[in-house]
C-alpha cells in the first residue's frame, strides 16, 4: 500500500469479511448508504448498476462521490462511468495508469474497504476477502496520493465529457419525446440522460430540434 506505514494500522480498527460467510456486496452497500459527506472510489474496472444506483442516490443526498476508473474504462461500452458522470458524479479515468488501487472505497475519510478484486464480482460466487480499516490516518493518507493521482486523470476526463455531451438528451416529466438542449419544447423541469437510455425507456426523438 503506498504511501501507508504499517504503524497506522496498529491504531486501526480492521474488520475483515469473507465471501464465503458474509454478502459482500451488501456490506458495501451498507457503507455507502451510512456515509455522511464524501465517498471515494477506485476501481480497475466498474460494471456493477446496483452499487452505481446507490452511488447515484448518495450524490442526491449531496454527499460528495468521486470515482477513478481504470484508463480502458475510458472506451469501454460496459463500465457505467458514463452513466455516472451522467449523475453529476466526478469520474476520472487513470491515464496515467497508475493503478492506484485495483480495488477500494473511502467513506467519509475515517474508513477504507479495500478489494483484492474488481467491484464486478463481489456477488460472483468466488472465494475473496474485504478489508476494511477505520482510521482515519489511513484514509487522510490515501485521500492524498488519490487527490495526486486524480491531477494527471482530470484531462482525460474533460475530454471525454465534451464528447459524451453531444449523446445526452433532455426529457420532460410528462412528454414522450427527448430533445437537445435548448429545445423550445422543453420544460423548466427537464430531466438528463444518455440518448441510448430515452430509447430503451420508450422516448422518440422531437421532430423540432431532431436530437
Ligand atoms: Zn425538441
Same mark, same amino acid.
Given at each position: 500500500m503506498p504511501g501507508i506505514t504499517l504503524l497506522f494500522f496498529l491504531f486501526s480498527q480492521v474488520n475483515i469479511f469473507f465471501s464465503s460467510d458474509t454478502n459482500i456486496k451488501d456490506i458495501v452497500i451498507h457503507r455507502i448508504r451510512e456515509a455522511k459527506r464524501e465517498i471515494i472510489l477506485s476501481f480497475n474496472s466498474f460494471s456493477d448498476r446496483e452499487i452505481a444506483k446507490e452511488l447515484s442516490e448518495a450524490k442526491e443526498r449531496r454527499i460528495k462521490v468521486s470515482l477513478l476508473l481504470g484508463g480502458?474504462?475510458?472506451? /469501454?461500452?460496459? /463500465?457505467?462511468g458514463n452513466y455516472l458522470a451522467l449523475k453529476n458524479i466526478d469520474v476520472y479515468y487513470d491515464t496515467s495508469l497508475s493503478?492506484?488501487?485495483q480495488g477500494l472505497i473511502m467513506i467519509d475519510e475515517e474508513q477504507t474497504l479495500f478489494f483484492p478484486?474488481? $467491484?464486478? $464480482? $463481489? /456477488?460472483?460466487p468466488a472465494n475473496f476477502y474485504l478489508l476494511e480499516v477505520i482510521s482515519p490516518q489511513v484514509a487522510k493518507e490515501l485521500k492524498g496520493n488519490f487527490q495526486r493521482v486524480l491531477t494527471e486523470a482530470k484531462k482525460e476526463k474533460v475530454i471525454k465529457l465534451s464528447i459524451r455531451k453531444e449523446n445526452i438528451v433532455y426529457i420532460t416529466p410528462k412528454g414522450k419525446k427527448y430533445h437537445r438542449e435548448g429545445c423550445r419544447f422543453l420544460k423548466k423541469e427537464k430531466k438528463s440522460l444518455s440518448k441510448k437510455e430515452a430509447e430503451e425507456k420508450g422516448y422518440k426523438p422531437c421532430l423540432v430540434c431532431k436530437p
Open positions: 480502458r474504462e475510458a472506451t /469501454s461500452e460496459y /463500465s457505467v493503478g492506484f488501487f478484486c474488481d $467491484i464486478n $464480482i $463481489i /456477488s460472483a
